[in-house]
């Protein structure tokens, strides 16, 4: 009894453990798309800042010629455009995966919570088995008893009235 009451701790503890630590990774996996998106948004800046760096042209040409400029920031803009789509896309899947990872861990939680409770019913059913098995022993014990008392009887008054005899 006492041997699997210990065992069945130590389940509990076990779990509890696990538990902890599915906590701790649920953190890691929440600072972890958060330090993502702070380089993304670092490298983006620096693009922006290149972007500008090449789109502010030296301040003396630009007079002279008049009609070429509208051309190039068409292709500018598309070239922007596409240097933005992939980090966007990027971002997207980096917001989504995070939140497909608590998803997976709120189930593995809920899992584990299960698997508590089963524990535990399990446990009071074990407890309550004993208890049967106690309560079914004492009552043996105690027809024993009566058994006994009764044979003592008997035997006694049956030898008293030899006696008498």
């Known amino acids: ?7 069945l701790l130590l389940l509990l503890l076990l779990l509890l453990l696990l538990l902890l630590l599915l906590l701790l990774l649920l953190l890691l996996l929440l600072l972890l798309p958060l330090l993502l998106l702070l380089l993304l948004l670092l ?7 290149l972007l500008l760096l090449v789109l502010l042209p030296p301040p003396p040409p630009p007079p002279p010629p008049p009609p070429p400029p509208p051309p190039p920031p068409r292709l500018l803009l598309l070239l922007l455009l596409l240097l933005l789509l992939p980090l966007l896309l990027l971002l997207l899947l980096l917001l989504l995966l995070p939140l497909l990872l608590l998803l997976l861990l709120l189930l593995l939680l809920l899992l584990l919570l299960l698997l508590l409770l089963l524990l535990l019913l399990l ?23 009566l058994l006994q008392l009764l044979l003592l009887l008997l035997h006694h008054h049956h030898h008293h009235h030899h006696h008498s005899q």
Request: proline share 0%.
């Open 1 to 7: 009894m006492l041997l699997l009451l210990l065992l």
């Open 43 to 49: 490298l983006l800046l620096l693009q922006l800042l």
């Open 123 to 145: 446990l009071l059913l074990l407890l309550l088995l004993l208890l049967l098995l106690l309560l079914l022993q004492l009552l043996l014990l105690l027809l024993l008893l």
